[in-house]
Every structure is written in structure tokens, then in C-alpha cells.
């Protein structure tokens, strides 16, 4: 273990390019973060520049969209929501439900698109798309949809993958296209009597999505068959990096690939392993920096363990290999030369961790520790600010904490409130009833100018754009 402190390094805007935009120009934020201290675990509260938010900060934001006071933000921030749960799609066919990781493949004069999952899980009707679905029996896959940053209105959306299951998060390639990941290895199809199955008929892939939607969709084989969650893809060597959101057997993969430009061309598949480190599950000291290795994956298609019926094939070759096992690993960006990845439930406090894996190095520091629910409740997806910041969506599903955050976190490794999630519905909208505040965000993504973020509320199933005071943030 190296407990040097690292050098700071200051982004500013104009180094800004957000990762979901589709560039091959990589761009810059904050490297601050490798030198955290782990001050607000130690009970800071104040800053010196700009006030940390605090829930009492925020007030009730009216949707400009229903009229309906679905969010909490800070005071001058607005928003507009789009493509509920049911609303009518290009064609005619309903959004379907289960909103998730999303991110921004295109812009043109202003106006961007953006890919969205679908976490349907199991057995289902296939999304009605023009070209072909997967599976019939896969209720997942994506939507795309647009929003005109110059007139601030949303525009229109359509299917663009059908016939997957539970699309969880993903990415967006320097091509510009979005890898839509699958959290499950279900197989819908029928097992032949020597035990085989056809690989067409079963799940757990990464399927790489236009902008304009997939005629044909193609799982990317050599990607490996795992419970996905998402991935970030180093802009300066091609690798993609991934993340598995499986309890405690979850390792973190690379995919270096044959052809950067075309990962269906195939490549090899790696489990990171932390020197000395056989398991990162539990508490770590913030700032702590380890170096790392790679543990081949000689059948990456091998979704299950030898004579078993779990979902850790991948992950137990990489074991044997002496990989290192995390705490259900969620979010993944890139920025500023590093990876960064949240273990959801990792910590003494089980409650969340945020790691930065810089790949020119090879080397993987701990950067914030969650010390309790209060402070942050099991981080999910994230996404790197303009300001040079980390935007994290919490993911959990009980306690006092229930109601659902966004935090921000700055340069230094402040966290500060941004978000909550205020959705409570008596049929206002598409017939929805019910106390949603509880129900997760995912999905964040910032235009290339850094004026709007997009972000979803998984369940009743909404997009939202919000824009506002951007500067008065500490992120």
C-alpha cells in the first residue's frame, strides 16, 4: 500500500467535456479527488468558499412540464420531465417502464439525444421496435429520446433495443454510440438434453446501441456474461471498463479490445486484482492508494460456476486467478485519466465507497468512505460535473434515509446535497397513485455546455432535464 499524498490539480470549465457526449477528445476534471482527506467523515460541515447544502436548503421545484411539484432542488433551479411511464413514443407505442442508466451520444445545433435504459426484468413482451428484437420473451432494452437545449423543450422518442432484460446501466463510446448492460444471466430460452443452450436464447451481455437505434441487436460476446452494471471507456487506449453489481462476488473488469473502433471485433477480458488485497468489501482509509493487476478470464461466456446454478462464472475464474472481490460495484466514469467506480454497500458502515483507478499507473485509491446512511446511502450511478465534481444517485430502498438524493461532491471530497426526490402521485399523471419518494435516481448525464443535467427517477418512470444556477454549486 502507498499512503503518499498525491499532487492536486485544478479543472476548470473550458478543460470540461462531459463523458456522455459522443467526442473522441477526452476531456478533464478535478484530480483533486486523489487527495482526499476524508473531512466530512470527520464531522466538517462548513466551507470556506461556498455553504455545503443541506436538505432544509432545498425547496419544492414545480415541474414546468405537469405543473406538479415532483423534486426538491436548490433555490433557481428548474426542470422539465419527459417520457413517463406509458406516455405515447414515435409510432404510437407506449414508453415502457423501469427507467435506468442513460447517457448523451449526440448533439447538433443544440439539440441532444440521449439513450435510456429499461430495467425490465424477467419473462415479458419485447418492446415494439422497427428492425428486430433480441428475445420475444425480453421486456427490456433502450429508448432514445431528444431535448432542445436552445428552446428547453423535449422533442420526441422512440425504441432503439428491444428484447433484453433488465438493462441496468451502461456507457457511451467515443463513437458515440451507448453499451446498454444486462444485470441478470437468465436464459429464456429451453436447455437441449446435453445440457448446452443456444446462446441467442439466453442473457447477461452488453449490447452496443446507436444513437438512432439497433436493427439488429448483437451481444457483445467477448464482453463477458455477468450481472453487468455499467461502463467507462478510457478515451486515450480504447479499453472499456466494467463494473458487476452482484452482493459480494463482484469483481471490476477491463475489455481490452482487438479493434478500439469496433468491440464487436472481440478482445480479451481481465478481473482487476489489488495487490495484497483479497477482498475491498470492508473498511478502507480514505486516500489509501494500492497497485494492481489483471487476472485473465479464459471463457468470458461462462455465465455459471462449475456444477451450480449462480450467476458468478466470470467472477469465480477471476478468483481462482487471485482477483479481487468489492461490494456490489454500480457507477463507472472516466475523466481526467482515471476510472471512477462506487461500491455500493462497500464500507465498515456497508453504505458506500468511491474508488478512482488511474490505468497509466496502474494504481487504485479510495477516496470517500461513506460513515453512515445520513451522510450517503448506497451510491449508484455517478457522473463527473463541468465544475469538476462528482455527481452521485443514491440507490436505497429503506430506513429514515428512504427518500432518494442526489449528492455533489467537490474537488476536496465535500459532499453537499443537490437533489431529492419529492414524488408523490394521486393520478395526476398517466394514472400513477402512490409515494414514490423512496424510488431511486439514475442515469445523470450533464449537454457538453454543462447547462442541463439529465437524470431519471426509475419508478413511476420519469426523465427529467434541470438547469440553474450551476456556479452556486460547490460541484
Not at 448483437?218 to 456474461?225: A, I
Not at 472499456?240 to 475489455?255: M, Q
Not at 482515471?338 to 468511491?354: C, E, L, N
Not at 444517485?393 to 449528492?407: F, L, M, P
Request: hydrophobic share 35%.
Amino acid at each position: 500500500m502507498d499512503n503518499r499524498k498525491p499532487v492536486k490539480i485544478v479543472a476548470n470549465r473550458r478543460q470540461f467535456l462531459c463523458d456522455t457526449f459522443s467526442v473522441a477528445t477526452s476531456f478533464t476534471i478535478g484530480g483533486a479527488f486523489a487527495a482526499l482527506t476524508g473531512r466530512l467523515a470527520h464531522g466538517e460541515s462548513q466551507l470556506s468558499f461556498k455553504r455545503k447544502m443541506v436538505e432544509e436548503d432545498l425547496v419544492e421545484a414545480i415541474d414546468e412540464t405537469t405543473g406538479l411539484g415532483l423534486l426538491k432542488l436548490p433555490r433557481g433551479f428548474r426542470y422539465r420531465s419527459f417520457g413517463w411511464t406509458h406516455d405515447e413514443m414515435r409510432g404510437g407505442s407506449p414508453t415502457p417502464p423501469a427507467h435506468d442508466g442513460m447517457g448523451l451520444v449526440s448533439e447538433k445545433n443544440g439539440v441532444v439525444t440521449l439513450v435510456r435504459n429499461h430495467e425490465v426484468n424477467g419473462t415479458a413482451v419485447a418492446i415494439p421496435i422497427v428492425g428486430s428484437s433480441f428475445d420475444a420473451k425480453g421486456g427490456g432494452g433502450c429508448t432514445s429520446l431528444t431535448f432542445d437545449t436552445k428552446q428547453e423543450r423535449w422533442l420526441e422518442s422512440w425504441s432503439s433495443l428491444s428484447g433484453t432484460v433488465r438493462n441496468c446501466a451502461g456507457g457511451v463510446t467515443p463513437g458515440g454510440n451507448w453499451l446498454s448492460c444486462e444485470e441478470t444471466v437468465v436464459q429464456n430460452g429451453d436447455v437441449r438434453d446435453n445440457g448446452s443452450y443456444d446462446l441467442d436464447q439466453v442473457h447477461g451481455w452488453i449490447f452496443e446501441v446507436p444513437s438512432a437505434g439497433q436493427q439488429r441487436p448483437e451481444p457483445l460476446r467477448e464482453m463477458g456474461r455477468f450481472s453487468h452494471e455499467a461502463i467507462a471507456v478510457d478515451r486515450n487506449t480504447g479499453v472499456v471498463y466494467e463494473t458487476e453489481d452482484n452482493n459480494n462476488t463482484s469483481g471490476f473488469y477491463r475489455f481490452i479490445p482487438n479493434d478500439r473502433d469496433r468491440l464487436a471485433a472481440g478482445g480479451r477480458l481481465q478481473m482487476m486484482k489489488v495487490i495484497g488485497q483479497d477482498d475491498l468489501c470492508g473498511g478502507v482509509k480514505e486516500g489509501a492508494i494500492f497497485d494492481v493487476d489483471w487476472v485473465d478470464i479464459a471463457d468470458p461466456m461462462r455465465a455459471h460456476s462449475p456444477n451450480t446454478s449462480d450467476e458468478s462464472g466470470v467472477f469465480y475464474q477471476g478468483k481462482s486467478g487471485g482477483g479481487t472481490t468489492f461490494s456490489r460495484l454500480e457507477g463507472c466514469w472516466f475523466g481526467n485519466k482515471r476510472v471512477y467506480f462506487d461500491a455500493t454497500s462497500g464500507g465498515a458502515a456497508q453504505v458506500g465507497q468511491i474508488w478512482a483507478f488511474d490505468p497509466v499507473e496502474q494504481k487504485l485509491q479510495m477516496i470517500f468512505e461513506s460513515p453512515g446512511a445520513e451522510v450517503l446511502n448506497m451510491p449508484d450511478n455517478l457522473c463527473v460535473s463541468p465544475r469538476g465534481g462528482i455527481l452521485i444517485c443514491e440507490d436505497s430502498d429503506y430506513g429514515k434515509y428512504a427518500k432518494q438524493r442526489i449528492h455533489g461532491m467537490d474537488q476536496e471530497g465535500h459532499l453537499s446535497l443537490f437533489a431529492v426526490n419529492n414524488i408523490q402521485l394521486t393520478g395526476q399523471k398517466n394514472g400513477f397513485q402512490g409515494d414514490f419518494r423512496n424510488k431511486e435516481w439514475c442515469g445523470a448525464s450533464f449537454s457538453p455546455d454543462g447547462e442541463w443535467l439529465f437524470v431519471n427517477i426509475q419508478v413511476p418512470g420519469i426523465t427529467f432535464a434541470i438547469t440553474g444556477p450551476w456556479k452556486d454549486t460547490l460541484f
